[in-house]
C-alpha cells in the first residue's frame, strides 16, 4: 500500500508560477514511479508528468519546457514547479503512483492522492 498526499495547489495569475509536492509513504513506495495527472471539469484526465526516485522522468507535450519534475529522497517527497500557468492549466491535480513501467496512462496507476486544485486566471 502506497499512500499520497498532495499539497500546493492554489489560485495564480495567467504567467505566474507554483509548485507542488506529494509526500509518498508505505510499503515499497521507491519501487514506484510517481505520476502528476490533471482533470479539468468535462473533461477526461490527462498525464502531466513522471518521475522515478532515480530521478528519471517524463513530460506531456502540453508542459514541457513549462513544468518540472523532481524528487527529494531525503523527503519522500515529488514536486511539480508550474511555470509559465496558462488559464488552460487549471484543473484538480493528482498524483499517483505505478509500480508498472508503463506510466503515462491513469489506467497504469494503482493509488492516487486526494488531489489539489490548480486556478490560472488570465
Known amino acids: 500500500q502506497v499512500q499520497l498526499v498532495e499539497s500546493g495547489g492554489g489560485l495564480v495569475e495567467a504567467g505566474g508560477s507554483l509548485r507542488l509536492a506529494c509526500v509518498a509513504s508505505?510499503?515499497?513506495?521507491?519501487?514506484?514511479?510517481l505520476g502528476w495527472f490533471r482533470q479539468a471539469p468535462g473533461k477526461e484526465r490527462e498525464f502531466v508528468a513522471a518521475?522515478?526516485?532515480?530521478?528519471?522522468?517524463l513530460y506531456a507535450t502540453s508542459v514541457k519546457g513549462r513544468f518540472i519534475v523532481s524528487v527529494d529522497n531525503g523527503q519522500d517527497t515529488v514536486f511539480l514547479q508550474m511555470n509559465k500557468l496558462k488559464p488552460e492549466d487549471t484543473a484538480l491535480y493528482y498524483c499517483?503512483?505505478?509500480?508498472?513501467?508503463?506510466?503515462?496512462?491513469?489506467?497504469?496507476?494503482?493509488?492516487w492522492g486526494q488531489g489539489t486544485q490548480v486556478t490560472v486566471s488570465s
Open positions: 518521475v522515478a526516485w532515480s530521478g528519471w522522468n
Open positions: 508505505g510499503r515499497s513506495f521507491r519501487s514506484h514511479i
Open positions: 499517483a503512483a505505478t509500480p508498472n513501467t508503463s506510466n503515462q496512462y491513469d489506467r497504469d496507476y494503482i493509488y
